[in-house]
DNA sequence: CAGTGGTCTAGACCACTGG
DNA sequence: CAGTGGTCTAGACCACTGG
């Protein structure tokens, strides 16, 4: 297995380096579900940083599910079947995975200034713009979902112009933007409507809608989207995929 | 606030000793949401710890999204509706994470022959028997969910007399019958209870349920459980960790 | 036994936040 | 400016796995 030796002076810390880098040796099949990845010792050693640096690295794609630690015997590349699987894709995606015609009713569509919880969470400066996006999702036609949406408008620009209406958010980042979303860490949990949701998905008060509170990232780990989607309980379910369990305490 | 002195000669690792602590420190309301953490530093030298230990314990509270670290300002105690974290452990160790007592409460323990669902998904046979065993999750004595568990009694022949109040099912499997739950795959939707539950969760008819339809492998993909946890709405949010999109479009 | 991951020490410099 | 988390070094001993 070949490594390229990491930049010291860049501005990417070497164990995103050295992440990135194991991950596409998997990605490309040079390294296969089940294969051993080398040690943190080799890896420190082949790529002149210290153990801890290595193993920084390791425990990034750990979280992502990539590989599994196994004391003793040593690190290795999980079954694709593992991570992956099409637990969370774009809307526009799941649907059309699931045999629905995707669209999309775009509700809002403009600049605001950053409000304090996301700029946290998108690690914006204060004076920055995001894009607030509000859309209603259709499936066949059928609403099934209210989706708000914050991007930076820094790493967009002229999105708020652009026609979202039945298009995938996604492919207008990639295709025009270069942005590639990879990740997404969500909280999901079991709610009511709002009025307006409730009126805007065509369902009561009381009934239950699925919440996901999501952040989207890039392979890199830039963060693309702020975004939370709220699904009428009675037309979806989501499937999570294989989970690694966290078995800690 | 006061932290008790570390216990070097305990097999316990320190920085786990420490995350207890502090775990205790935020359950028991020392520690409120917003509140500002000792700094990493401050830790260390008033435990005696070096500064990397202070912060694996951090790490191991932010993975349970306890807290929330922001670079040059500290490390505060996360909103406890908002954390959630940790979706995917045993029921036990995810509420022990944040920082509550979990129990159960046994409803039904028993052997029964294997409906054709269980079958199927467990790669039974037709004659094989399952402990089915349906019971009531507490968090710090509250109900917040009801679980029903199928197990093959192939695999844990006994359980049905051994004694699970209270208990980790998980921890049982390990300790008793050398079972090392893995991995999950699950499918998430919002609902409504049925009368029984909500009987049980205290709930209204009309309030929202979050169901949980899951399958927990091992390491090696032997199937161990068929398990649906129906959690009260308004009690939990589920933490799905870093998903890998879909690539599918 | 050599090799692995798990834990730990005692330092260092950096970028960032707030006053 | 002092304090914070973010990254990094160069070591150490441990428990565990396999041959």
């Known amino acids: 297995m070949e490594l390229n030796t990491l930049d010291k002076g860049s501005h990417t810390p070497l164990y995103?380096?050295?992440a990135r880098q194991l991950i596409r040796q998997i990605q490309s099949g040079v390294l296969k579900p089940g294969d051993k990845i080398p040690s943190e010792r080799e890896l420190s050693e082949s790529l002149n940083v210290s153990r801890i640096t290595s193993r920084q690295a390791i425990e990034s794609l750990l979280k992502s599910g990539l590989i599994y630690?196994?004391?003793?015997?040593?690190?290795?590349?999980?079954?694709?079947?593992?991570?992956?699987?099409q637990g969370f894709s774009s809307f526009t995606e799941d649907i059309r995975s699931r045999g629905y015609q995707?669209?999309?009713?775009?509700?809002?569509?403009?600049?605001?200034?950053?409000?304090?919880k996301?700029?946290?969470?998108l690690k914006m400066g204060p004076d920055e713009l995001v894009l607030h996006l509000v859309r209603l999702r259709l499936a066949d036609g059928e609403p099934i979902a209210i989706q708000y949406t914050h991007l930076p408008s820094r790493i967009c620009p002229g999105l708020e112009n652009e026609d979202l209406e039945n298009r995938s958010l996604f492919s207008v980042l990639r295709d025009r933007y270069f942005i590639?979303?990879?990740?997404?860490?969500?909280?999901?949990?079991?709610s009511n409507p709002t009025p307006e949701e409730a009126d805007l998905l065509g369902i009561g008060l009381d009934e239950p809608v699925l919440v996901v509170d999501g952040v989207t990232f890039t392979e890199s780990f830039d963060m693309v989207e702020v975004v939370r989607t709220v699904y009428n309980g009675k037309s979806i379910s989501l499937y999570m995929g294989r989970q690694r369990l966290g078995l800690l305490v």
Chains 1, 2 share one sequence.
Not at 102 to 116: A, N, R, T, W
Not at 180 to 190: D, G
């Open 102 to 116: 995707p669209g999309s009713k775009v509700i809002k569509q403009e600049l605001v200034p950053v409000d304090e």
């Open 69 to 85: 630690r196994e004391q003793g015997r040593g690190t290795f590349v999980a079954e694709s079947k593992m991570h992956g699987i």
């Open 16 to 18: 995103l380096q050295l």
């Open 118 to 121: 996301c700029r946290q969470k």
């Open 180 to 190: 590639h979303p990879a990740w997404t860490e969500a909280e999901v949990r079991a």
